[in-house]
T-cell receptor
Framework: QKEVEQDPGPLSVPEGAIVSLNCTYSNSAFQYFMWYRQYSRKGPELLMYTYSSGNKEDGRFTAQVDKSSKYISLFIRDSQPSDSATYLCAMSNFGNEKLTFGTGTRLTIIP | GAVVSQHPSWVICKSGTSVKIECRSLDFQATTMFWYRQFPKQSLMLMATSNEGSKATYEQGVEKDKFLINHASLTLSTLTVTSAHPEDSSFYIC?????????????FGPGTRLTVT
């Protein structure tokens, strides 16, 4: 079993829809949780980071962490074609230590 | 936000030659940088952790004599692929974490696409 599981997709949704991306993990020591967006042939871009359980909102993006269920989510509201990318979840035991990544979900927003 | 650059963005080399990739933190000092490798449609695989002024820590299965890492300053880390072979062709990405911001995540460079012919 992988430490971090993420549905690779692909996921296609119409423009304006709410997108839900999820990861599950098995290592209860993970404390820091991040979401990255990666466009084709580019490096990952940090979107959101959270510590422990809870919600965090930034514009159209909301990150949720449920440590009791070992489940994290990223919601994208009012999705735009420019949101089409691969989304990677990542987590670590301590801040700025090496990250464990999910496999990434390829998302396409259809105009 | 913190900016990390990489150079070159892409490189083609002949089998048997060595290639050096630079990773720079442009607006902060990074005591720790990370080197990843990514194959098409796959996630990032951590190769090594680079600490300024000390030897890099390599992940299991990564040949340290083949992938030489030097972190000579707080803003520069280099990865040298020695005696490159076609199977070393991949997308190499570095990242750095900003000191004083625990848990704020790592900032990634734009990546370097290496093709070995």
């Amino acid at each position: 079993q992988k430490e971090v599981e993420q549905d690779p997709g692909p996921l296609s949704v119409p423009e304006g829809a709410i997108v839900s991306l999820n990861c599950t993990y098995s290592n209860s020591a993970f404390q820091y949780f991040m979401w990255y967006r990666q466009y084709s042939r580019k490096g990952p871009e940090l979107l959101m980071y959270t510590y422990s359980s809870g919600n965090k909102e930034d514009g159209r993006f909301t990150a949720q962490v449920d440590k009791s269920s070992k489940y994290i989510s990223l919601f994208i509201r009012d999705s735009q074609p420019s949101d089409s990318a691969t989304y990677l979840c990542a987590m670590s035991n301590f801040g700025n230590e090496k990250l464990t990544f999910g496999t990434g979900t390829r998302l396409t927003i259809i105009p | 936000g913190a900016v990390v650059s990489q150079h070159p963005s892409w490189v083609i080399c002949k089998s048997g030659t060595s290639v050096k990739i630079e990773c720079r933190s442009l607006d902060f000092q990074a005591t720790t940088m990370f080197w990843y490798r990514q194959f098409p449609k796959q996630s990032l695989m951590l190769m090594a952790t680079s600490n300024e002024g000390s030897k890099a820590t390599y992940e299991q299965g990564v040949e340290k004599d083949k992938f030489l890492i030097n972190h000579a300053s707080l803003t520069l880390s280099t990865l040298t692929v020695t005696s490159a072979h076609p199977e070393d062709s991949s997308f190499y990405i570095c990242s750095a974490s900003e000191p004083g911001t625990p848990g704020a995540g790592q900032y990634f460079g734009p990546g370097t696409r290496l093709t070995v012919t």
